[in-house]
């Protein structure tokens, strides 16, 4: 996968073949945050420095920064899925909750 985590935000990283950098932008959040390097040393680096900034000016300027998600998750399934999923979840020994997670953890993670 090609993400960076530092103090709960996480990036996405691609490679500008034509410039031959290393660019990344801040996921998650409404602001629009990048940051670029031509290693990955110093991308590391400039996307710390990112996250940094954005904290700091958002407390000169009074704002909230907006935070990672909260790991709430809401949304409406077809009745059928929801009653398969929550027969797995038992099935497995889990809550669905449990089960749910577990689940777009992997589908997540490809």
Known sequence: MNAMHYKGYAARIEFDAEDEVFAGHIAGINDVIGFHADNVADLKAAFHE???DYLATCAELGKQ???PYS??????????????????????GKSLNEWAGEVLAKAASR
Request: hydrophobic letters at 45%; proline letters at 7%; aromatic letters at 4%.
């Open 65 to 67: 920064p907006q935070k």
């Open 71 to 92: 790991g709430r998750v809401m949304f409406r399934i077809d009745p059928q899925v929801h009653a398969n999923a929550a027969r797995a979840a038992e099935l497995s």
């Open 50 to 52: 990112a996250v940094d």
